[in-house]
């Protein structure tokens, strides 16, 4: 049976430089509503200071306690990347330093309107934190303005070229100001990949990367882990499928090479966290069916173990996949969160719902529905105060079919009430 959260107040409105909540008296339950992308959608927007649609969450919590949140900033009609010409995508942020109820204006990362005159589509940002230094890493992919679904062979950033390409940014002051892009370059050709094939795009999460603690490697502690996932096809222009793997970097952020691709069945856009035992558990889009991929690394994401699906059918969707708690930390109970459209009646873009494992992954249990009608792409972490933030493409205003997204933050006790 889902349950509901108490829907305790209602959304702000868009303000001029911030987004502020309506929100409970400081005695009452912590539970507020917030907007930091609002869609104006409307006509076919090609200007560079204005947007059609907001999507792809991404959202990390940095060392001083800073929420980041980012997005794709979308012009044309919405579209994914390469399908509306003349209609660059934009990678966009704001920051919040009162655990979400307000948002500082609106910064754009990196431009899909470059200096020289060229048009890409920027998508998918997924930022990681290293805990050791407080340095913040953002991953995100470039694709041609317009094209086909699968890039052309090659890693060139000219966008003439038709290749994909990823980039990463670092912030070293909680996300007020951004290093130069660097692109990060993966092997492509089949001697150098993990499995044989040309790659054709590795592209970001979307979501969040993590850290890892809990390895019994010692030399993988602090390994920061990045969730990715590539097109591959036997030769340089066919067919490609996509499986999820990771990124990873040893050396806190200076150098980022790839883990071995999971096995089959394709899976799509994926998160991952560690287990108590130092495993890591990545959860994906199904490409086909209605249950989620589960695989398990025991080697830091070198290598990934078999499809262990989930029994909970879903649509195929991004979702997201935390840790809230551990009691190698002291916690009184572990405890990962998954979020996802529970549908209606059927699986479907609807009703964001939140489940709870008590049991490292092994079953998720206790969904609590957040919202009533449409949802689609979210991302949950656990915030400084202990609270839980929830960034979900969902218009908490109109209701409308993407193009904003709001973000939730509630206590614990939501997701446990009895």
């Not at 200007?47 to 991404?58: A, E, K, L, N």
């Not at 980012?70 to 330093?97: K, L, Q, W, Y």
Request: proline share 7%.
């Amino acid at each position: 049976m889902v349950r509901w959260a108490k829907q305790l107040v209602i959304s702000a409105s868009l303000a001029a430089c911030c987004l502020a909540a309506y929100c409970l008296p400081a005695s009452a339950e912590v539970f507020f509503v917030t907007m930091p992308f609002k869609g104006p959608r409307g006509s076919f927007v090609t200007v560079q200071d204005r947007y059609h649609t907001f999507r792809i969450p991404g959202m990390i919590v940095t060392a001083d306690g800073t929420i980041l949140a980012f997005a794709e900033g979308r012009r044309g009609d919405g579209d994914d990347p390469r399908i509306d010409a003349n209609a660059p995508a934009d990678i966009v942020m704001r920051r919040s330093t009162d655990q979400g109820q307000t948002w500082e204006p609106l910064v754009v990362i990196d431009s899909g309107f470059r200096p020289n005159g060229d048009l890409v589509d920027f998508g998918d940002p997924t930022p990681v934190l290293d805990a050791t230094t407080g340095m913040v890493f953002l991953f995100y992919g470039q694709f041609p303005d317009f094209g086909p679904r699968f890039s052309a062979y090659g890693q060139s950033a000219d966008p003439k070229q038709g290749n994909q390409t990823l980039w990463v940014r670092s912030s070293n002051d909680n996300g007020k100001t951004w290093s130069e892009r660097k692109q990060i370059d993966y092997p492509d050709a089949p001697q150098e990949t993990s499995d044989g094939l040309y790659w054709r795009y590795l592209e970001p999460g979307p979501g969040n990367g993590i850290q890892l603690k809990w390895q019994q490697d010692e030399a993988r502690n602090g390994r920061l882990v990045v969730p990715v996932k590539r097109a591959g096809s036997k030769t340089p222009e066919g067919e490609a499928v996509v499986n999820p793997l990771v990124y990873y970097s040893d050396d806190h952020g200076t150098t980022w090479q790839p883990g071995g691709v999971s096995p089959d069945p394709e899976g799509n856009e994926n998160e991952v966290v560690e287990l108590a035992d130092g495993s890591l558990l990545m959860d994906a889009r199904p490409d086909v069916g209605t249950f989620r991929r589960r695989f398990l690394s025991r080697d830091g994401g070198a290598t990934w173990g078999p499809n262990n699906p989930d029994n909970i059918p879903l649509t195929r969707v991004d979702a997201s996949l935390a840790r809230y708690s551990a009691s190698r930390d002291g916690d009184d109970r572990d405890r990962l969160l998954f979020s996802a459209p529970g549908g209606e009646g059927r699986p479907g873009r609807a009703n964001l719902t939140i489940w709870t494992s008590y049991d490292e992954g092994k079953s998720f249990s206790n969904p609590v529905q957040f919202n009533q009608g449409f949802a689609a792409y979210s991302v949950v972490q656990r915030l400084a105060d202990g609270t839980i933030g929830l960034l979900v493409e969902a218009d908490a205003d109109s209701n409308e079919d993407y193009g904003s997204i709001t973000f939730y933050r509630f206590d614990l006790a939501e997701l446990e009430q009895k």
